[in-house]
């Protein structure tokens, strides 16, 4: 079956600094790549795509790319602020279905 | 649009006793789906819905679960005879038909079985 394994955290990082977080995926076929991101007493929001190989999704400054090779979809961001804190999940969509798989999230925190 | 809403946002319940939950989903939006999660852990598929068509169920939907949309809008999600390791949070999202892929999170309700 579908599966994600991602970063085991807790990360944290000083503002600026520049953040990683691996994910890697085992799925038949073609699915489709997601980042999903919880903000302290939030609910769980939509962060960035991407539904082919080597697309590339964006949002906020985060960007990951659909690395079908390597079965990866790690997520980067340059700069963080201390607003990224948050749980950030990898997901993916099969491609004859419609319900997500999570990886079990990795939570980072940011210190000014 | 005000997003998918979920009620009660927390139940507390004894073992053995029934509860039901509610999710809203955003309007004109086909799909629905449940999804469950323990702490420290990703959401777990529970089950989905095209319109009202129940049209997959997940392993971890035992016979005490039970899940309906009966007229395509709004969902239920009932456990019977509940068990403390039913405890967690069960989450509801919505994907609208033009974009599948994008599902859209409600708040959830925390279960927590005594």
Redesign the interface.
Known sequence: GNSVTQMEGPVTLSEEAFLTINCTYTATGYPSLFWYVQYPGEGLQLLLKATKADDKGSNKGFEATYRKETTSFHLEKGSVQVSDSAVYFCALEGSNDYKLSFGAGTTVTVRA | DTG?SQDPRHKITKRGQNVTFRCDPISEHN?L?W?RQTL??????LT?FQNEAQL?K?RLLSDRFSAERPKGSFSTLEIQRTEQGDSAMY?C?S?PPTR?????????TRLTVT
Do not use: D, M, T
Not at chain 2, 40 to 45: L, R, V
Not at chain 2, 100 to 108: D, L, N, R
């Open positions: 998918v799909r789906y999804y420290g852990q990703g959401p777990e598929f989905y997959e997940s989450l999202a994907s599948a892929y994008e599902q859209y999170f409600g708040p959830g």
